[in-house]
């Protein structure tokens, strides 16, 4: 049988009994008689019902309706409302045949419904059924749980390669969603000495653990200065060296677009690059709003498609007080209501819009993309960083 | 109710009603009337129910067992055999009332049985309660096997950066056996010039995906010699280099163990360091048996745990035909049957006499471990690469 797959005969199941009169219990535990594997334990007090099912955790209770110290419907209630006990198989086991009470059992919770005293074959049948779905769903489950738990691990990781938001000369805010547990966009900054910092974002193809195998290779290479003796204040030498060092033919046919940026706080310049990443943006107090990368021609393909691909880098000025955004697609590629797109041009504006009321945009941006999806969650990965110059 | 939970109610069930008397269907049709969301098709010939129920793909089955072209029960059977089918509730519907058919419907994989023609009160809170509880076991399952799939894409990707068993001046044979979809081993090799070949395994602490995330980080930065300009001709001071590198402070409390060494084929000699791992074994035909790492001198504590830590340098001569043995701690770590750990002493004996037998002593080594074990997979991952020199 399909459902029992995997589910030793063996182990002997254990049946619970809730019913005030013993004489009943007596009837079922002949009936079970010439099933070893099926062990009958009773319980006489509704009462103590709660406490004897999650004691004797069995793999199936028979529930009688009409007790004198408690409701059995209740009773069902009672067991489906506690997580421990809820997903315990349960057959009423009643004198009543009211189609409304059979209907208020499972609308309750309850697994099945027979009339006593049942058919021993029937019972036996059923006690087997519910047991052995119940097991074979239990393993299904566990198994899930222990790769949800090893994916949140790993997530917590991943999360923890991200540096802090930081105060000072330089000040950072940045929102990371990953779609699934894990996510392929990564992004960091770190200084490269007194007065320059590096600020950096990248996003693989696809989502998940393939992709975020990949994206923290890239993190670790660029948190510990391991590019090969590529000059890390040179945006184009840098995309240039990951592009060699990442190709896809090696990894699994992935790549990864990336934004590299190097800002200087004494020379008060910017130098960046691009590889096939939206253009990050640059807001300059009371001056003009500046796209960096894109398709700029210093601006090269996705990092890892093409060996000796060629990455430039541009210089431009950093007035005190600018805002840097640097963000994943996700956050823009969006499907709206109507099934279209949301457009470049349309975050862009938000930015622009979110920017001049001041503080909080990084929330403000990823509330209002929420809004446009009609979700709290996002297709793809979803990274923004917002770094603000003294 | 629990079970339901996530299952919209407005979405419609489908019910396929499989009974050779279309009075029958046009009764079940008029005790659903009252629910708009409860949808009826009807298969009045048992020859056809099998495609038919793959064409409706029905939330649930209500079925007949007496029909002129088709028994029933065998029906029943049929379902559960196909892959496709197996799962969808089954709810018998017969005139017949013998304990023993009931129980045969149920070891056939039948959901529930009942009595026709049933109360509509009765059969409408069946057939929602199988119907939902199909639905909710639907969902997990497809999470949790597109979970599996992403770890199975990951996986894949973890094991395409371990290289190729190689031929020539220097032949290697290796296994990886990873205990869950992904682990924390991972090994490499690869030409540092025309006579030198580093070689090197490394074990993360723990398994599953947040290792595999160091481990491939590792892996990749070795792959592309990006250690800080380390001299990878100088086993300690890679893994001095790696020890600063990765600090289980910043990679989630993670460290790992390594062998890293460097086998120069024109002064014929073999370098190594080892942080934390067990010793690797070198064969040299008619000669002695040399154990490398392990406790000597030149050996570190595990990586990433002590900034600071000093990793030595050992050489030994590398004779022709000499055989170099490198494993990770899951092959002898093995629980035996008594309860009891199996010794270090016993594994390397093992090589040791394996190594003599002769080419294939990879697989034969593997073997041994998993009788040993009683098991055919590992507790640990369990990875073991054979280095033989011209």
Redesign the interface.
Known sequence: ???AAGVADETPMRVLIVDDQPIIAEAVRRMLLPHPNIQLIACIKGSEALAKVAEVNPDVILQDLVMPDADGLELVSAY?RDPAL??IPLIVLSVKEE??I??DA????A???LVKLP????L???I??HARASRA?KE??E??NA??A??D??A???Q??IPEPIEGRVRTRWAFVPS?S?GGDSFGYHWLDENRMAIYLLDVCGH???P???S??V???M???????ADLGDPGAVLSALNE??PMS???G?FFTMWYGVADLSRRELKYSSGGHPPALLYTPGGTDKELGGNEDISGPMIGAFSGAPYGTATTALLPGAQLFVYSDGIHEIMQEDGTCWALEAFLANVSEEVRKGDGSVERLIARSRLIGKRTDFEDDVSLLEVTFE
């Open positions: 049988m399909n459902i489906r809820a997903r189609p409304s059979k209907a499972f609308a309750r919770g697994n099945d419904y058919n021993p074959v029937e036996i049948a059923r087997q059924y769903q299904r489950d198994a899930f790769l949800r090893e994916l691990s790993a917590h990781y991943v923890s390669l699934a894990l998940g653990v393939g975020a195998l990949l923290v290779s993190m670790n290479a948190q510990v200065n391991a590019l090969g003796g060092m990442f090696k990894h699994n992935m």
